[in-house]
């Protein structure tokens, strides 16, 4: 009998919707479960509900004013160490120097080609569908 695998599930995190289903519709064409959030608040809602299923978090650096995606990545991997992390952004990255980017966050910069991204999870996840491309 066949194994039946869960697919993998990863949190989306920008107050763009449009942005967040962009990354959905090709995190969903490689086979993973998407869940979505346009605030902190609203990501860490679901994060405390869903955390053991999360396994990978993909979050704008900036979700308004007051709210760092940066921050937030850093609170999660506080509870869970072996959470995957990227960072989206439309700062450049050498605009980030020194201690902005959390070590062990990967880092996109807008616009950026969301099969690339979906590329960085499946290497981030150990999935074997990165290998093959």
């Known amino acids: 009998m066949a194994e039946f695998r869960?697919?993998?599930?990863?949190?989306?995190?920008?107050?763009?919707s449009a942005i967040r289903e962009l990354i959905g519709i090709f995190l969903e064409r490689g086979g993973y479960s998407v869940l979505?959030?346009?605030s902190k608040s609203e990501a860490l809602q679901l994060w405390s509900q869903k955390k053991d299923e999360i396994l990978a978090v993909v979050s704008d650096k900036i979700l308004s004013a007051n709210d760092s995606g940066k921050e937030m990545l850093s609170e999660m991997v506080k509870e869970k160490a072996s959470l995957a992390t990227i960072l989206i952004s439309g700062d450049p990255i050498d605009s980030l120097s020194g201690s902005n980017i959390t070590e062990g966050v990967d880092y996109f910069v807008k616009p950026f080609n969301p099969a690339d991204l979906t590329q960085a999870v499946d290497l981030l996840l150990g999935n074997d569908q990165a290998l093959s491309n």
């Open 36 to 38: 979505e959030a346009g």
């Open 6 to 16: 869960r697919p993998k599930t990863v949190l989306i995190v920008d107050d763009q």
